[in-house]
């Protein structure tokens, strides 16, 4: 008798910088999920498809859930705690505290009111020997009845193989909902966009990262040649922020764009030619109307 088929829907949730992005990356095999070791790098739910011989798993990659300072804020803690209910199994991810920190207790109390399966995944786990180990894994068991637990590290993939056939476990029998070779529903705008920012988190200060928005204006592909053009464009919130973006004679725009194009050439498959501009609008992270343009409209969650 053939081995049935398995398929799901699995969310990452945790509070902001725990790896949720690093790990989706890690089990994938494809960077998929921009990542940083800034906190809130992650804005959108990001759907990533993984297909094996038996099953196939559907994650979301949701904002780290933090206690919202503004309607940014509030879009991005939204959009995570929608999908505690719509999905068949929920991995919480937290790092190896010997007592648990209080924006995990934060997210746990949300899960109180959830039906669905949530398996605890203590990550980075390189940086811990296994006597802590099993401190945090008893601590963190305490404060809720995980259906699993599985220490892991997403960094060198430690134990994620483990991982899947726990997951693979709890999925129920299903259809195949997306094609095996179809890593990401995302569409090409939204990969760009979200590389630009990256690259701008990696490059720029500590203060104006969370303050920038990025916009695709144009995306064509040139009839001619292979070549796609994009036009981008970098929202900073002050006039101050805009020449720190810019720098010297254009030298950090220059590397923002240069290192944006190394990953958008090699996710989208094209040679690109890449031109970024530079706008400021005040207090976006506020504004309903700015924030539905960037892609972050709450009546959509």
């Known amino acids: 008798m053939a081995k049935q088929f398995h398929s799901g829907f699995v969310s990452l949730v945790g509070r902001p910088n725990v790896g949720k992005s690093t790990l989706l990356n890690c089990l994938i095999g494809e960077k998929i999920a921009i990542i940083s070791n800034k906190p809130q790098t992650t804005r959108n739910k990001i759907t990533s498809i993984l297909t094996k011989e038996d099953f196939q798993c559907v994650f979301l990659d949701t904002p780290g859930i933090h206690k919202p300072k503004h309607k940014l804020g509030e879009f991005m803690v939204k959009s995570a705690e929608t999908t505690f209910n719509e999905v068949d199994l929920v991995l919480m991810l937290v ?22 399966p949530v398996i605890l995944v203590v990550n980075k786990i390189d940086t811990i020997d296994k006597e802590k180990l099993l401190q945090v894994i008893a601590s963190y068991s305490k404060l809720y009845p995980f259906a699993d637990v599985v220490p892991v590290s997403a960094q060198t993939g430690q134990n994620t193989d483990q991982l899947l056939k726990v997951i693979e476990k709890h999925l129920p029998e299903g259809p195949q909902y997306f094609p095996a070779d179809m890593i990401t529903d995302q569409p090409e705008r939204q990969i760009a966009s979200e590389i630009i920012r990256e690259k701008a988190l990696y490059l720029l200060q500590d203060e104006i990262p969370h303050g920038i928005a990025v916009e695709i204006t144009s995306m064509k592909k040139r009839p001619d040649k292979d070549l796609v053009d994009v036009e981008a464009t970098l929202y900073c919130e002050r006039e101050s922020h805009k020449g720190i973006i810019i720098g010297k004679q254009g030298s950090m725009l220059k590397k923002i764009g240069s290192y944006a194009r190394r990953d958008m050439e090699r996710l989208l498959g094209s040679p690109i030619n890449l ?6 609008k005040k207090d976006w992270r506020d504004n309903d109307f700015l924030l539905k343009n960037f892609g972050y409209d709450q009546k959509k969650i």
């Open 95 to 116: 790092e190896p505290l010997l007592e648990p920190h209080t924006l995990d207790k934060y997210v746990i109390a949300r899960l109180e009111k959830v039906k669905t």
């Open 275 to 280: 031109q970024i501009w530079i706008k400021v």
